[in-house]
């Protein structure tokens, strides 16, 4: 019957995908294995077996709980944060270049973070991590966050307008952290600099729930709304047309998106270009369905930032690179082809 030959086909498109979230997972697994390995002190599998089960020697057991197992849960956690946030983002305004990176984000966290060393005196701790300093980054993303909502209100400011505001955001925010460095004292800038440093290190467990605590709620609702997201992809006449609630759903996923986003930048420094990648990757794979989108992208992302981190760790070995370097390095070509590939941003 051609009812059931179009049920099959369905259902073996559905397989096909879900296949590819498999290999998603195994290859995440796996690197999360890699992760716990790598490094100046060796960890073969028997050391991960018996640290794992509390029989390993002192040192093995602090190196894996509180070094090499909160990276690799950062690396998942941020790149799941920063994965979903753009594809949120690149749905709702309609353009491929959006991400947190990308519409200011990041930015608003430096400035408050550079305000905290610099004019609250917090430059003697920045190395730690202070709740000074985290509660300023995480202010400043918040500004950048509600400037981007407040626009996304006004009528008639379109999608492609958005990204424009994220570019002039992000020069306000570094030209604001700038200023604040030029009367700055070296401690001041060198803590500054330091902290701008994406770098998974800087990561806790303490902080790691925070994250999660984030991410969790946004990823819940992102995947309960997935059909209402593939609904205005096609337009947001189609989308109202089908008893969407365009503006709303537009305003809550910014929110959400931007909130997770600001988190991760709070407690990790700047990570580029991850919410960029991940989506556009997950797209050629599975397509635009975001009931796969979404979970993909962050799964994806967390995957490419585990990467990025282990080939920080050793390519210049003992000497450890901030990951948040190689993310900038590897999706600053990407953005430029994007931007040639879709001539621009779309009105």
């Given at each position: 019957?051609?009812g059931a030959?179009?049920?099959?086909?369905?259902?073996?498109?559905?397989?096909r995908?879900?296949?590819?979230?498999?290999?998603?997972?195994a290859l995440?697994?796996?690197?999360?294995l890699?992760?716990?390995?790598?490094?100046?002190?060796?960890?073969?599998?028997?050391?991960?077996?018996?640290?794992?089960?509390?029989?390993?020697?002192?040192?093995?057991?602090?190196?894996?709980?509180?070094?090499?197992?909160?990276q690799?849960?950062?690396?998942?956690?941020?790149?799941?944060?920063?994965?979903?946030?753009?594809?949120?983002?690149?749905?709702?305004?309609?353009?491929?270049?959006a991400s947190p990176?990308?519409?200011?984000?990041?930015?608003?966290?430096?400035?408050?973070a550079?305000?905290?060393?610099t004019?609250?005196?917090?430059?003697g701790?920045?190395?730690?991590?202070p709740?000074?300093?985290?509660?300023?980054?995480?202010?400043?993303?918040?500004?950048?966050?509600?400037?981007?909502?407040?626009?996304?209100?006004?009528?008639?400011f379109?999608?492609?307008a958005?990204?424009l505001?994220g570019?002039?955001?992000?020069?306000?925010?570094?030209?604001?952290?700038?200023?604040?460095?030029?009367?700055?004292?070296?401690i001041?800038?060198?803590?500054?600099?330091?902290?701008s440093?994406?770098?998974l290190?800087?990561?806790?467990?303490?902080?790691?729930?925070a994250?999660?605590a984030?991410?969790?709620?946004?990823?819940?609702?992102?995947l309960?709304?997935a059909w209402?997201?593939?609904?205005?992809?096609?337009?947001?006449?189609?989308a109202?047309?089908?008893?969407?609630?365009v503006?709303?759903?537009r305003?809550?996923a910014?929110?959400?998106?931007?909130?997770?986003?600001?988190?991760?930048?709070?407690?990790?420094?700047?990570?580029?270009?991850?919410?960029?990648?991940?989506?556009?990757m997950?797209?050629?794979l599975?397509?635009?369905?975001?009931?796969?989108?979404?979970p993909?992208?962050?799964?994806?992302?967390?995957?490419?930032?585990?990467a990025?981190?282990?080939?920080?760790?050793?390519?210049?070995?003992?000497?450890?690179?901030?990951v948040?370097?190689?993310?900038?390095?590897?999706?600053?070509p990407?953005?430029l082809?994007?931007?040639?590939?879709?001539?621009?941003?779309?009105?």
């Amino acid at each position: 019957m051609p009812g059931a030959s179009l049920q099959e086909q369905y259902a073996r498109h559905v397989r096909r995908k879900l296949y590819m979230g498999l290999v998603l997972l195994a290859l995440t697994a796996g690197a999360v294995l890699l992760s716990v390995r790598a490094g100046a002190y060796p960890l073969g599998f028997r050391a991960l077996g018996a640290a794992l089960t509390g029989r390993a020697d002192a040192a093995a057991q602090h190196i894996f709980w509180q070094i090499r197992l909160p990276q690799a849960a950062a690396a998942l956690l941020a790149g799941a944060s920063l994965g979903l946030a753009g594809a949120a983002m690149q749905t709702v305004l309609r353009n491929p270049l959006a991400s947190p990176f990308t519409l200011g984000v990041s930015q608003g966290a430096v400035f408050g973070a550079v305000f905290a060393i610099t004019v609250l005196g917090a430059a003697g701790a920045a190395a730690g991590l202070p709740h000074l300093i985290l509660a300023c980054a995480f202010g400043g993303a918040l500004a950048a966050v509600f400037a981007l909502i407040c626009l996304s209100a006004l009528r008639d400011f379109s999608p492609a307008a958005l990204i424009l505001a994220g570019v002039a955001i992000n020069a306000f925010f570094g030209a604001a952290a700038m200023l604040l460095q030029y009367f700055a004292s070296d401690i001041e800038i060198a803590s500054a600099v330091f902290w701008s440093f994406g770098d998974l290190k800087k990561a806790r467990w303490p902080q790691l729930a925070a994250i999660a605590a984030a991410l969790l709620p946004a990823a819940a609702y992102f995947l309960r709304q997935a059909w209402q997201f593939n609904a205005m992809a096609w337009g947001d006449d189609t989308a109202w047309s089908l008893g969407v609630r365009v503006r709303a759903l537009r305003f809550t996923a910014l929110t959400l998106a931007a909130l997770t986003a600001a988190v991760t930048t709070a407690f990790l420094g700047i990570i580029g270009f991850v919410g960029l990648i991940a989506p556009h990757m997950v797209r050629v794979l599975v397509g635009p369905d975001h009931r796969f989108l979404f979970p993909y992208s962050a799964l994806a992302a967390g995957l490419l930032l585990l990467a990025a981190d282990l080939l920080a760790r050793t390519a210049m070995a003992p000497v450890v690179l901030p990951v948040g370097i190689l993310t900038s390095f590897a999706g600053a070509p990407l953005f430029l082809y994007l931007l040639v590939k879709h001539r621009g941003v779309r009105s």
